[in-house]
T-cell receptor, first 116, second 114 residues
Framework: GAVVSQHPSRVICKSGTSVKIECRSL??????MFWYRQFPKQSLMLMAT?????????EQGVEKDKFLINHASLTLSTLTVTSAHPEDSSFYIC????????????FGNGTRLTVT | GESVGLHLPTLSVQEGDNSIINCAYS??????FIWYKQESGKGPQFIID?????DKRQGQRVTVLLNKTVKHLSLQIAATQPGDSAVYFC?????????????FGQGTILTVHP
C-alpha cells in the first residue's frame, strides 16, 4: 500500500489565489521530504527539500516566496503555491525519506494543479 | 550542468518480448541510481535500484545494469506485459550532503502491444 499520501489529488483554482498541498508519510517518520514539479510529457524537476523543524532548501530558480514549504512534523510537509498563475499549472509530487542517509524511494501520487 | 538523459524517448514491444530501456548519465559523482515507473496521473513507482559499487542487480522480471566506464544505465524487463506500459525514468543521486535529492532523466515511454 501507499506509504506517502498527497492531498488533494486534483485542484482547480482561480488566478491570484493560494493553494495548499499536503504530503504525509503514513507509516514512518520522515525528517526530509522533497517536492518535485512535472510538466506534461516532461520529467520531474526537484523544487525544494523540506526539512523537519528548519527552513526548506530551494533549488536554483525556484521562488521561495511563491512556493512556501512547511514541515512542522515528522509526518507532514505542506507546499503552498501563493498567488497562483496559469503558468503554475503543473503536477506536483512529493517524496519522503525514512532516514537521512537513504535516498527517497517513496513518492506520493501527485497533485494536479490547474490555475484558471 | 550535468544531467541524466535517455537515448530513446519511446519504445514499442510485443507482449512477451524482453524490453531494454537505456539511460546515460554524466555526473561521475553519482553513486546511487534508481529506475521508476510512472503511470498516467500517478507518482513514480520504485522498480529497482543499484549502487555504484555494483554493475548488475536483479529483481522480479527486471534487471538493472550499470556501466560506470561509459556512464550508462539500463533497465531490462523480461517477458514484458501490457501492464508494463508506462513512462520509465532513471534517476541518480550523489549521496553525501545531497542525500535523497534525485535528478531524473527525460523518460522513456514503453508501449506493450498484446
Amino acid at each position: 500500500g501507499a506509504v506517502v499520501s498527497q492531498h488533494p489529488s486534483r485542484v482547480i483554482c482561480k488566478s491570484g489565489t493560494s493553494v495548499k498541498i499536503e504530503c504525509r508519510s503514513l507509516d514512518f517518520q520522515a525528517t526530509t521530504m522533497f517536492w518535485y514539479r512535472q510538466f506534461p510529457k516532461q520529467s520531474l524537476m526537484l523544487m525544494a527539500t523540506s526539512n523537519e523543524g528548519s527552513k526548506a532548501t530551494y533549488e536554483q530558480g525556484v521562488e521561495k516566496d511563491k512556493f512556501l514549504i512547511n514541515h512542522a512534523s515528522l509526518t507532514l510537509s505542506t507546499l503552498t503555491v501563493t498567488s497562483a498563475h496559469p503558468e503554475d499549472s503543473s503536477f506536483y509530487i512529493c517524496s519522503a525519506s525514512r532516514r537521512r542517509d537513504d535516498s527517497p524511494l517513496h513518492f506520493g501520487n501527485g497533485t494536479r494543479l490547474t490555475v484558471t | 550542468g550535468e544531467s541524466v538523459g535517455l537515448h530513446l524517448p519511446t519504445l514499442s514491444v510485443q507482449e512477451g518480448d524482453n524490453s531494454i530501456i537505456n539511460c546515460a548519465y554524466s555526473n561521475s559523482a553519482s553513486d546511487y541510481f534508481i529506475w521508476y515507473k510512472q503511470e498516467s496521473g500517478k507518482g513514480p513507482q520504485f522498480i529497482i535500484d543499484i549502487r555504484s559499487n555494483m554493475d548488475k542487480r536483479q529483481g522480479q522480471r527486471v534487471t538493472v545494469l550499470l556501466n560506470k566506464t561509459v556512464k550508462h544505465l539500463s533497465l531490462q524487463i523480461a517477458a514484458t506485459q501490457p501492464g508494463d506500459s508506462a513512462v520509465y525514468f532513471c534517476a541518480e543521486n550523489m549521496g553525501g550532503t545531497s542525500y535523497g535529492k534525485l535528478t531524473f532523466g527525460q523518460g522513456t515511454i514503453l508501449t506493450v502491444h498484446p
